[in-house]
């Protein structure tokens, strides 16, 4: 009877007369960090995302020595990040070297990167310990803590230098869009905000004899962000019934890694148009190809491009497809939209490249060819076509909230990504990279339109509601009806 009293504390401090504490506490620290990873990438545990981030956040929160901070930091994020970043070993596959020199190369970008990402993630932590001081109540710790992190998130999207917001505590919660609700008050970073936050309170619910007033205020929390997310749901859904619907298709290939590279535009644009004859629904408004669909630099007199022309004026359809577009000596990663009457706009331009994978470092000394980001406003801005503004974005795109979001601020009314997720091969990435598609949605209320060489291609909600999917790597498409808000 007396051991079953013992209090968490007591029977801590028993097992650490056998494990050095330090030791088992970072190893614990160790193994969260990885379970923190795989949630935002192959596991379904969204309502666990509130408990998971506990340790570590309890941890940093009651250190008082720099060495002990860093090294609780260091047990946490760098498997963490090492776990999310495995994808970048897949980048030897579509580097423009030999293997003897691609492997070793992404391997150094995958260890490069994960140092990166912990360094910014540490940068605002860093001023933690000098600020603690000047706090009087252990809750404002906590929170002071939750908003470094939330702070080095953003950092990792802002920083001039290698900017990849691909790791974030919001990701966990995708599958859940009650839990995303948050993300239309401000952004994803007041969504991981919440968790990291939750995650302090729950830490101190267990630690603290102060028990019932963190139970309180975690409940109280969390019920206002439970009823924010009712509330802005339902909302969501009315604008059907004020804005136009139209219907969709997302078309998606089958072709992995280099076989996709290797094959002629011609016959690359002829699959598409039996992928899309085959699911063809008389109707169709609007037609989604995936990044690179007709893997040659733009020509309307060329036999690839007059077909899909043809396909769009035929089937009095908008149709967006990706391409390659070069101008003044600079080869650019497109999408073009093709109107009813099989005429291109303008095509939009990627902003941001894959590093190592589109982009090579030093390209010019090794006299390498390499693809070039666009910085020209004109030709980053959503495409027109048939009376609509679509909201363009070209793979990795998707990760960063402020460029989609400008999107919708010059008059997107519905957001298309068109991606080739191939390379990834078999990792966890296809799956995390289509989590950012769903935020993008609920962060701008926006019907979000996806579609994937490979997969995943998908139509997704303003609430984060994943209305059609289509996860496997075979021949197909989603469809569906979706709505023009903001017309």
Not at 10 to 19: G, T
Not at 192 to 203: A, E, Q, T
Not at 480 to 487: D, P, Q, Y
Request: proline share 4%.
């Amino acid at each position: 009877m007396n051991y079953v009293r013992l209090s968490g504390h007591n029977i801590y401090m028993n097992i650490s007369k056998i494990i050095d504490p330090k030791i088992s506490r970072r190893a614990f620290l160790a193994l969260t960090g990885i379970v923190s990873a795989l949630m935002q990438s192959i596991l379904n545990l969204p309502w666990l995302a509130f408990f998971i981030f506990a340790p570590m956040v309890h941890c940093l929160s009651v250190c008082h020595e720099k060495k002990a901070f860093r090294l609780d930091f260091l047990c946490f994020f760098v498997p963490y990040y090492l776990f999310q970043l495995t994808f970048m070993l897949t980048i030897w596959k579509i580097c423009p070297l030999p293997s003897f020199a691609s492997i070793p190369l992404a391997t150094l970008a995958w260890l490069g990167l994960t140092l990166w990402e912990c360094i910014l993630m540490y940068l605002p932590l860093s001023l933690f310990l000098p600020l603690r001081p000047h706090l009087k109540h252990r809750l404002s710790e906590i929170v002071l803590l939750c908003l470094l992190l939330t702070a080095g998130e953003w950092l990792q999207e802002k920083v001039p230098i290698l900017a990849f917001p691909w790791s974030a505590a919001w990701l966990s919660v995708t599958s859940s869009p009650l839990l995303l609700q948050s993300a239309t008050l401000i952004s994803c970073r007041l969504t991981s905000f919440i968790i990291f936050l939750l995650n302090g309170l729950h830490g101190e619910i267990y630690t603290s004899k102060k028990r019932f007033a963190y139970t309180a205020f975690a409940l109280l929390l969390q019920g206002a962000n439970l009823s924010y997310g009712l509330y802005s749901i339902n909302l969501d859904k009315k604008l059907d019934n004020i804005y136009p619907q139209i219907d969709v298709i997302c078309a998606q290939d089958s072709l992995e890694g280099r076989e996709k590279s290797h094959r002629k535009a011609l016959d690359s644009a002829r699959s598409y148009l039996s992928i899309m004859e085959s699911c063809w629904r008389w109707g169709t408004d609007l037609v989604l190809l995936p990044e690179t669909a007709v893997s040659k630099d733009y020509d309307e007199q060329l036999k690839e491009f007059s077909l899909i022309s043809d396909f769009a004026a035929t089937h009095g359809c908008t149709l967006v497809t990706g391409s390659f577009y070069l101008e003044n000596g600079k080869d650019y990663n497109a999408l073009f939209a093709y109107d009813k009457n099989g005429i291109a706009s303008s095509p939009y331009l990627k902003q941001v490249l894959v590093p190592f994978g589109e982009k090579t470092p030093f390209a010019g000394i090794f006299h390498l060819d390499t693809m070039s980001e666009c910085a020209d406003e004109r030709r980053t801005k959503p495409l027109a076509s048939d009376g609509m503004t679509i909201g363009s974005v070209i793979c990795i795109e998707s990760i960063f909230p402020s460029l989609v979001s400008r999107q919708k601020e010059q008059g997107a009314q519905i957001i298309c990504v068109s991606t080739n997720d191939s390379w990834f091969g078999k990792s966890s990435a296809r799956e995390q990279h289509y989590r950012h598609c769903i935020m993008r949605a609920v962060e701008n209320r926006r019907y979000v339109l996806r579609a994937g060489n490979c997969g995943i291609s998908a139509i997704i909600s303003p609430t984060g509601e994943q209305l059609s999917v289509k996860s496997d790597k075979s021949k197909g498409a989603v469809w569906g009806k979706v709505t023009l808000i903001g017309r």
